[in-house]
């Protein structure tokens, strides 16, 4: 249960959010960046193993290299929205955690990516073997923390863990299928970043709530607020990979357009682009003679003439909007939705 009491003090309304546990404990709600800071001691604190060195090393580093912890915490923040607390959400959060790294592990070598979070990848500090099979380690570790949680939600849980870790399979999949393809539809694109990124921060929302004995319509509107989240997510780090600062973002600039990624500023200047500035889009992405640095300043060139910058703000920041809205909805039924409001500007505001 939960109590959302308001204080007014020299004219300013504080309000504090306490949490009653089942023995009537009263418990304040942690703040995401508590939630943060406890999520890593606790990741820290697992033991993967030791023996072969090569099969858990990886795990260890590839945990220990940064991260936002953007799923765990929804997960967290979600529980406690419905009056569940940080230690009944661990699990679960932990679960989804791991799982979402070891996709990262296999993503690198897809992707043919050389740095993550300004570290070098698991398959280029090791090799790719290791990598592969460091990330299906992952993928079992998480499922034995995924066993932990409380028996009571355990086949809702799983059902919800399951279904998604196979879309963003599939997800992955049609991410692989379009990299050669020139034809790709944004709307093509939106469902495969859909599946590869926002359902795992949709489920991490419904998760949470599931843990907190949200109502299904509840669970639902978190759902779909997680699923816009992720949308907004993913085309910021499309707009970032042209757009952002290196030594901020944690990734070279351009990789997308070296590596030929069909993201959406990719998509829609091709959608947008006509005559000359078609061919010579096409031509520097295929173009293998010139140097990368120069081929970066031009696709982003063409990608500035063309307003691509701007529009993709604008897709951002309709799907924030959409993601705003859903909580909306759980504010009317006299939840307090702004723990997550919060987390989401501070998402939304991001340079990395």
């Not at 033991?47 to 060195?53: A, D, I, S």
């Not at 990516?113 to 070098?120: A, K």
């Not at 849980?157 to 963003?168: E, G, M, R, S, W």
């Not at 889009?281 to 307003?307: A, P, Q, S, W």
Request: glycine share 6%.
């Amino acid at each position: 249960m939960q109590v959302l009491l308001t204080f007014v003090q020299t004219g300013h309304a504080l309000s504090l959010l306490l949490t009653f546990n089942s023995n009537n404990v009263v418990m304040k709600a942690l703040t995401h960046t508590e939630i943060q800071e406890k999520l890593n001691k606790s990741l820290e604190a697992i033991n993967y193993g030791f023996k072969p060195e090569n099969l858990y090393d990886p795990i260890r580093y590839s945990m220990s290299i940064g991260g936002k912890r953007i799923r765990p915490t929804l997960t967290i923040l979600s529980a406690q929205m419905f009056g569940a607390d940080y230690e009944k959400a661990l699990p679960a959060a932990l679960a989804i955690e791991i799982f979402h790294n070891s996709t990262l592990l296999h993503d690198d070598i897809m992707d043919k990516s050389s740095v993550r979070r300004g570290q070098p990848t698991v398959y280029k500090k090791w090799n790719t073997n290791i990598a592969i099979l460091a990330g299906d380690a992952m993928i079992i570790q998480a499922y034995k923390h995924l066993s932990n949680a409380d028996p009571k939600y355990i086949h809702d849980i799983a059902d919800v863990f399951n279904k998604t870790n196979l879309q963003v399979c599939e997800g992955q999949q049609y991410d692989l299928d379009y990299e050669n393809e020139f034809s790709v539809r944004i709307e093509d694109y939106i469902e495969m970043i859909r599946l590869k990124t926002s359902v795992l921060l949709a489920a991490s929302a419904k998760i949470g709530a599931i843990i907190g004995d949200a109502t299904v319509e509840e669970q639902n509107i978190l759902y779909s607020f997680g699923e816009n989240l992720g949308l907004a997510f993913q085309l910021q780090d499309d707009y970032l990979d042209a757009f952002g600062d290196t030594k901020i973002f944690g990734k070279k600039i351009g990789d997308d357009i070296i590596t030929k990624k069909r993201t959406f500023l990719l998509i829609k200047a091709l959608e947008l682009s006509k005559g000359n500035y078609y061919d010579q889009l096409i031509g520097l992405i295929n173009n293998k003679k010139i140097k990368d640095e120069e081929k970066i300043d031009r696709v982003i060139e063409i990608y500035r003439n063309l307003n691509i910058d701007k529009i993709t703000n604008e897709y951002i920041n309709k799907h924030f909007d959409k993601a705003f809205d859903n909580l909306a909805k759980l504010k009317k039924s006299g939840h307090n939705i702004e723990p997550l409001i919060e987390y989401s500007q501070k998402l939304s505001a991001r340079k990395n």
